[in-house]
């Protein structure tokens, strides 16, 4: 039997979950936790097989007692089971040592299978997951691009807090070729707000 410990704050979602697992004739629910510290408490407490963690959870996210319960015992593997699939959530999830991560609008023969995937020593990711970091590696391999001195001295200005017009008048140029230098900048860093571009041209080691 596969031991798992359910973690999500919704009870109903928790509950419901814990139903569908098991009715799986392999997968035993040993265990219910409706914050972070729970989960965290509850697997050390049970020493599961498997944790199927929530990542927006009150006291200690899912984040955070992912981490925790994977330092804590390196037997007991961490699956996130949510609803969100933004790049820098699933990264730190993977990073705090969560070997799988699916969305809960996944089909449920998806979910069983998941856990028996990761409880096996085996990586599960939805489809969009896994195509949304293939993407990432991608771009993170890719060459920095070049930007130019001027686009540079632009973004480092924007950095700043400087509006187009105080870039204008410290770089001696018109606001309009302000923008269109930002327009250049935000093509080659694949970006579309001045935000992104400079935090982008940071991660890249541009400024």
Same mark, same amino acid.
């Given at each position: 039997?596969?031991?798992?410990?359910?973690?999500?704050?919704?009870?109903?979602?928790?509950?419901?979950?814990?139903?569908?697992?098991?009715? &799986?004739?392999? %997968? !035993?629910? *040993?265990?219910?936790?409706?914050? /972070?510290?729970? @989960?965290? $408490?509850?697997?050390? =407490?049970?020493?599961?097989?498997?944790?199927?963690?929530?990542?927006?959870?009150?006291?200690?996210?899912?984040?955070?007692?992912?981490?925790?319960?994977?330092?804590?015992?390196?037997?007991?593997?961490?699956?996130?089971?949510?609803?969100?699939?933004?790049?820098?959530?699933?990264?730190?999830?993977?990073?705090?040592?969560?070997?799988?991560?699916?969305?809960?609008?996944?089909?449920? &023969?998806?979910? %069983? !299978?998941? *856990?028996?995937?990761?409880?096996? /020593?085996?990586? @599960?990711? $939805?489809?969009?997951? =896994?195509?949304?970091?293939?993407?990432?590696?991608?771009?993170?391999?890719?060459?920095?691009?070049?930007?130019?001195?001027?686009?540079?001295?632009?973004?480092?200005?924007?950095?700043?807090?400087?509006?187009?017009?105080?870039?204008?008048?410290?770089?001696?140029?018109?606001?309009?070729?302000?923008?269109?230098?930002?327009?250049?900048?935000?093509?080659?860093?694949?970006?579309?707000?001045?935000?992104?571009?400079?935090?982008?041209?940071?991660?890249?080691?541009?400024?």
């Amino acid at each position: 039997m596969i031991r798992v410990i359910v973690a999500d704050d919704h009870p109903i979602v928790r509950g419901g979950i814990a139903m569908l697992l098991g009715a &799986a004739g392999d %997968i !035993e629910v *040993v265990g219910q936790a409706g914050n /972070g510290e729970e @989960a965290v $408490a509850l697997a050390a =407490a049970l020493d599961p097989d498997l944790v199927l963690m929530d990542l927006r959870m009150p006291l200690l996210d899912g984040v955070a007692a992912t981490a925790l319960i994977v330092a804590a015992n390196e037997r007991t593997r961490v699956l996130v089971l949510t609803t969100y699939e933004s790049d820098d959530q699933i990264l730190a999830a993977i990073a705090a040592g969560a070997s799988g991560y699916l969305l809960k609008a996944a089909p449920q &023969a998806e979910i %069983i !299978e998941g *856990v028996r995937s990761v409880a096996r /020593g085996q990586t @599960a990711l $939805a489809p969009s997951i =896994a195509a949304m970091l293939v993407q990432r590696v991608r771009v993170d391999a890719a060459p920095a691009p070049r930007l130019s001195a001027r686009e540079l001295d632009v973004l480092r200005l924007v950095s700043a807090g400087e509006s187009n017009p105080q870039i204008g008048r410290s770089l001696f140029i018109s606001e309009a070729t302000v923008k269109t230098h930002l327009l250049h900048a935000f093509e080659k860093l694949a970006v579309s707000d001045r935000t992104r571009a400079v935090t982008r041209a940071m991660e890249l080691g541009l400024l």
